[in-house]
């Protein structure tokens, strides 16, 4: 467990640091609720930080700050903004960092100037311009609310055909997401993409999927079964952990052709599982 917390510290940090010491040498201008730093390198803007409100739901990010284009979305810039539904990306952001985007809980849309070149929305879902990789779902896309803050629905999702990547952390806490859907053009789930997808119950995984990151299905705590398919070719550290609920997962390729990383089966906060599980690969089960 300790060696568990060192290390989501220094993940934390690893995302956070460059960011802080970026910050500290470039001093930080604002614009309403918006702090940006200026790149000296691109003599462009970066947005740096957004201070949520009580009363904001949207937030426009400018083409320009001070006749210079804004160019690019700084880690953690726009996260835990609770109030936000929707986020307006300009059309000369061409960089967004890893957690640049994260954890808004009512979060509904993020839609792309149509003269952007590097992103594109579909559905209010932001992907690379050429849909090939999907890089933040909204927490709220499709969810309602109750006046107190409740849930009311359960969302169903289905990756668009022609994506092949599930980006980052890009499902974050989309704990309304009850299934979800990836079409066969989907190799690549990267680390941490469906992390903490507490509600995630189903999940129906296309035949082209070659590789699952580390830590991509951590906290999916009530997921119950998933079948991956023969294309399965690599299988990150903690791959599943903490996702507690599981009772099989079968895999369509032999175990041998498969790279698994370390403690990659579901474990209950790194502990066995209190229940009995096993995992049918095609030439052999393991039962625990």
Same mark, same amino acid.
């Given at each position: ?189 990267? /680390?941490? !993409? *469906?992390?903490?997808?507490?509600? =995630?119950? %189903? +999940? #129906?995984?296309?035949?082209? $999927?070659?590789? &699952? @990151? /580390?830590? !991509? *299905?951590?906290?999916?705590?009530? =997921?119950? %079964? +998933? #079948?991956?398919?023969?294309? $399965?070719?690599? &299988? @990150?550290?903690? !791959? *599943? ?7 099989? +997962? ?39």
């Amino acid at each position: 467990m300790k060696k568990r917390i060192r290390r989501a510290i220094g993940l934390f940090l690893a995302a956070a640091l460059p960011a802080a010491l970026f910050c500290a040498c470039a001093p930080r201008e604002k614009q309403g609720q918006m702090e940006f730093v200026l790149d000296k390198n691109t003599d462009t803007y970066v947005l740096v930080y957004y201070t949520d409100t009580s009363t904001a739901v949207e937030l426009v990010i400018p083409d320009t700050f001070k006749g210079k284009s804004v160019t690019k979305i700084g880690k953690l810039a726009i996260n835990s903004a609770d109030t936000l539904e929707r986020i307006v990306v300009g059309a000369n952001v061409t960089a967004i960092e890893p957690w640049g985007i994260t954890k808004n809980l009512h979060l509904k849309e993020i839609t792309v100037h149509p003269d952007n070149p590097g992103f594109c929305d579909i559905n209010g879902v932001l992907f690379t311009k050429d849909q090939a990789k999907l890089l933040v779902y909204p927490n709220a896309n499709q969810a309602v609310y109750a006046k107190d803050g409740r849930l009311e629905n359960t969302v169903e999702y289905t990756v668009p055909d022609g994506t092949e990547i599930i980006g980052h952390c890009s499902f974050y806490h989309c704990y309304a997401v009850e299934k979800l859907t990836l079409p066969g053009s989907v190799t690549e789930i990267e /680390e941490r !993409a *469906f992390h903490k997808m507490t509600g =995630l119950a %189903e +999940i #129906d995984v296309g035949e082209g $999927l070659a590789k &699952i @990151g /580390e830590d !991509a *299905f951590l906290g999916c705590e009530a =997921l119950k %079964e +998933i #079948d991956l398919p023969a294309a $399965l070719r690599e &299988i @990150g550290d903690n !791959a *599943f952990y903490n996702a507690r609920a599981i009772e099989v +997962i079968r895999i369509a390729a032999p175990e041998a052709s498969v790279t698994q990383g370390e403690k990659w089966r579901p474990s209950s906060a790194g502990s066995k599982l209190g229940h009995p599980w096993r995992i049918e690969w095609a030439d052999k089960t393991e039962i625990y």
